[in-house]
């Protein structure tokens, strides 16, 4: 169960036990499959007087790229244009992406330009952290507005979709592999051990060892070797009951609390303001107007508490504060 505080509202979510269960695919990673980060440096032109001001590196880098276009700039000095920006082009490399797929990538000025819109994204080689070319960009610069219905833009910033051609593969041998390596996004050691289990017991031996709390090596049954695609494709759909950590996390900025079911409290008096809350461990009743008496709390006791008093974000983050600073509070509190 989770309980979730938004605004003034506090509003406890009770899930059923398979609710908590989660495929491996969505717990964890393959060691070795991930993305790759590109980078380049690239010229946009056609902008409507919205350029860079600037001549120094804008017009340096339009003189060689004239240059190498056979065009002879006399002096060879650097060319004055409002119409072009120097921009720097990143871009996300897909694992096993393969030479002729496309890509989107993401432009952003570097000079004083005002605006890309409008502009096009001259041939720009994309470079991963090795310095070898892996994708080459170009295209229109697209210019999207803000989410919140206000019509703003970030004009110096673009999109170019699916501008990029990947010219180079990444050169991995996944179907020879003899052992992966599992990465928990959450380490933790019952969620660990469950995934081991879990695989051995799907594969019908003792394939897959935990490590440490976020990591899980498995080696390749014989009757999978050179097929590891069919066997990762096989453990990656397994349901996995998740264990977690108690913990509480505020938002003090939008006033969102989110707390996990394990969540507890050890007997303590709360008063903030015109709000009074007594945990006890006891069977002694007593209330009065302003008291509220809670025994054994969890999180569901205090969720409905905290909704009988109406309690407000900055009160609730100002008790979960000193709860945790008495020991009160058996969770890890983090905020935002």
Do not use: W
Not at 160 to 180: H, L, M, P
């Amino acid at each position: 169960m989770i309980a979730v505080f938004v605004g003034a509202f506090l509003v406890s979510l009770a899930l059923p036990s398979s609710a908590m269960a989660a495929r491996l695919k969505d717990l964890c990673t393959v060691k070795g499959v991930r993305e790759n980060i590109l980078i380049g440096y690239g010229i946009v032109t056609g902008l409507k007087g919205t350029g860079d001001s600037s001549a120094d590196v804008t017009g340096q880098s339009l003189s060689r790229l004239f240059g190498k276009l056979g065009l002879d700039v006399q002096g060879g000095g650097a060319i004055k244009s409002k119409n072009s920006a120097a921009v720097i082009v990143t871009a996300k490399l897909p694992p096993f992406a393969r030479v002729g797929n496309v890509i989107d990538v993401t432009v952003s000025s570097v000079g004083d330009s005002g605006s890309l819109e409008g502009g096009i994204l001259l041939v720009t080689p994309l470079r991963a952290g090795d310095q070898n070319v892996y994708a080459v960009a170009q295209g229109p610069i697209s210019i999207g507005s803000v989410a919140d219905g206000s019509g703003k833009t970030f004009p110096t910033v673009g999109r170019v979709v699916s501008g990029a051609t990947i010219e180079k593969d990444v050169d991995v041998n996944f179907a020879g592999k003899k052992s992966f390596r599992l990465s928990l996004h959450n380490p933790d050691f019952t969620t660990a051990a469950r995934v081991s289990a879990l695989i051995n017991a799907e594969m019908g031996g003792k394939y897959a060892t935990s490590r440490d709390s976020g990591t899980i090596d498995m080696v390749v049954p014989f009757n999978y070797e050179g097929n590891s695609v069919e066997l990762l494709a096989r453990i990656e759909n397994i349901s996995v009951n998740v264990d977690t950590k108690a913990k509480v996390v505020l938002n003090e900025r939008t006033g969102t609390v989110v707390m996990g079911e394990n969540v507890r409290l050890s007997p303590v008096a709360i008063a903030h303001g015109e709000l009074a809350i007594e945990v006890k461990s006891s069977d002694k009743s007593a209330r009065s107007e302003r008291l509220m008496e809670l025994k054994g709390a969890n999180v569901s006791d205090l969720v409905k508490a905290l909704n009988t008093l109406g309690v407000q974000p900055r009160d609730l983050t100002a008790i979960f504060q000193t709860l945790k600073q008495v020991g009160a509070l058996q969770a890890e509190l983090e905020i935002m």
